[in-house]
């Protein structure tokens, strides 16, 4: 575990799609916006704290105002309460004071002496063995490179569902389809919603059958799935004007649904 921070309320650099300028500007087009000062930040700093499990690579966060000792012990006390008390836990961290026992305050050491938790220290000017540092970087570029939020809660809630969306990742990685790239999107609905995708599934492959469009269980399905998609929307002509891949995928579901029965 550690920390990340301080979380500012300033434009962060990153890349992002934005027109042109210098010779190949468009001559009708205002001038960008110019990126706000931030002599004056009345909203304050916010610090992230951080935790990742190895064994089921998820990561656990919360957001402090400060990053003191209190707040420290709040968040090994969260960590501590995803596990039985009787299993042993270790947290690996680095010597920021906070984290340390000293002769004026033993809060953490007996804290972790009563509750059944090992607390590891990298070597000093030494945290690159801890592996929750990788993860901020990934943060950094992926969360907060080229954002300007207007408050703490507006960039808690980017981080959160930053963290939400890595952990999902985790739990439908283990599917073979998203291991293979073979049928991503099928792989995360089938871990969504497994029946409705398997129904799903039967129409789409009933209708193509009615139509007489081979689609052969082997793998590379979903690939050969969606540029059939394309094949259809490009032989339309005059007919698919309008339509998207989507809407195609749409009525092969309706049409490839089964024939209602009347009962006597």
């Known amino acids: 575990?550690?920390?990340?921070?301080?979380?500012?309320?300033?434009?962060?650099?990153?890349?992002?799609?934005?027109?042109?300028?210098?010779?190949?500007?468009?001559?009708?087009?205002?001038?960008?916006?110019?990126?706000?000062?931030?002599?004056?930040?009345?909203?304050?700093?916010?610090?992230?704290?951080?935790?990742?499990?190895?064994?089921?690579?998820?990561?656990?966060?919360?957001?402090?105002?400060?990053?003191?000792?209190?707040?420290?012990?709040?968040?090994?006390?969260?960590?501590?309460?995803?596990?039985?008390?009787?299993i042993?836990?270790?947290?690996?961290?680095?010597?920021?004071?906070?984290?340390?026992?000293?002769?004026?305050?033993?809060?953490?050491g007996t804290w972790a002496a009563a509750n059944n938790v090992e607390i590891a220290y990298t070597p000093t000017s030494s945290s690159w063995p801890n592996r929750i540092e990788a993860q901020f970087t990934a943060l950094r570029y992926f969360t907060l490179d080229g954002t300007d939020h207007a408050s703490h809660k507006e960039q808690g809630s980017m981080i959160r569902r930053s963290k939400a969306a890595r952990n999902g990742r985790g739990i439908i990685w283990e599917l073979p389809g998203f291991r293979t790239v073979d049928a991503l999107a099928s792989a995360i609905l089938t871990a969504a919603a497994p029946k409705r995708l398997a129904?799903?599934?039967?129409?789409?492959?009933?209708?193509?059958?009615?139509?007489?469009?081979p689609l052969t269980p082997a793998p590379g399905r979903y690939g050969r799935y969606i540029q059939l998609l394309d094949d259809l929307l490009h032989h339309g002509g005059a007919h698919a004007n309008g339509w998207t891949a989507r809407d195609i995928d749409t009525a092969l579901y309706w049409t490839g649904r089964p024939t209602p029965t009347t009962s006597r």
């Open 1 to 86: 575990m550690d920390e990340f921070g301080p979380l500012n309320l300033m434009p962060h650099p990153g890349r992002q799609w934005a027109e042109r300028s210098g010779k190949h500007k468009d001559h009708d087009r205002e001038p960008r916006r110019r990126r706000r000062a931030t002599y004056n930040r009345y909203g304050g700093v916010q610090h992230l704290f951080a935790a990742l499990y190895l064994t089921k690579d998820k990561l656990y966060c919360h957001i402090k105002p400060v990053k003191k000792r209190t707040q420290f012990l709040e968040f090994c006390r969260y960590l501590r309460s995803l596990y039985p008390p009787q």
């Open 88 to 108: 042993r836990i270790a947290l690996v961290c680095d010597n920021f004071s906070p984290h340390l026992t000293t002769k004026r305050c033993q809060r953490v």
């Open 199 to 213: 129904v799903y599934d039967q129409r789409v492959q009933h209708a193509l059958d009615t139509l007489g469009l």
